[in-house]
């Protein structure tokens, strides 16, 4: 498998700033099989999204639209094109979401679970790494109630060996007060807080094996 080279890898992950996307959780990529999308995230109904979360979840459902109307928006603003982080890094690799091979099994679904268990097992496609690099990825996984999803992101910046500046898709970014001109975005070019706190214990620096070699 050929992936794309470290400096192509980036451009597409930068320029999917300017491609308005929302995040949802288990959005983003394709399927093996499937054309290839131009965009990182797929195509998306939020008014169905919603409806469908009311029944499944009310709770999440009225904290998603408190924050909707927190923002002064409505199910009709939001982008038509929704992603979650680790399929902004599979669409940015150019890689199927499902199947992947990892550590060693070839039917794996690319989130942060698989991502972490490649790392720490067959290192198929990610290594662990002592230290940040532009090009590798700051990733925690889920830890069951406690934790019920992790994260992943692209490091963009590094100081004294520690990741300083990162492009990832995650809601909080959505919520962020566009810079005139810009639609707001769920992928954005952020410091670090997502991985500071409670979960800095769990967070890795992962390598992307193509992008060590030589």
């Not at 496609?125 to 532009?134: C, I, R, S, Y």
Request: charged fraction near 15%; aromatic fraction near 8%.
């Amino acid at each position: 498998m050929t992936l794309p080279s470290l400096d192509d890898t980036l451009a597409r992950a930068r320029s999917a700033l300017d491609m308005p996307t929302l995040y949802w959780l288990g959005q983003g990529g394709w399927t093996a099989g499937q054309r290839p999308l131009p965009t990182p995230g797929r195509p998306f109904d939020p008014m169905a999204a919603l409806t469908a979360l009311k029944a499944d979840n009310p709770a999440k459902h009225a904290a998603y639209t408190d924050g909707l109307q927190r923002l002064g928006l409505t199910a009709g603003d939001l982008p038509r094109s929704a992603c979650d982080c680790s399929g902004f890094v599979a669409w940015c690799l150019g890689l199927p979401r499902h199947p992947v091979a990892l550590n060693g099994q070839a039917d794996q679904w690319l989130y942060t679970d698989s991502i972490v268990a490649d790392a720490l097992g067959r290192r198929h496609l990610f290594t662990p790494l002592n230290q940040a690099k532009v090009g590798a990825l700051l990733v925690f996984p889920s830890a069951g109630h406690r934790r019920p999803v992790g994260h992943v992101a692209w490091i963009t910046a590094v100081t004294d060996g520690r990741a300083a500046r990162i492009l990832h898709c995650a809601p909080q970014n959505f919520e962020v007060e566009p810079t005139p001109g810009q639609p707001r975005n769920a992928i954005a070019e952020t410091g670090t807080t997502v991985f500071e706190g409670e979960v800095a214990a769990d967070t890795m620096v992962v390598g992307v094996n193509a992008f060590l070699e030589g």
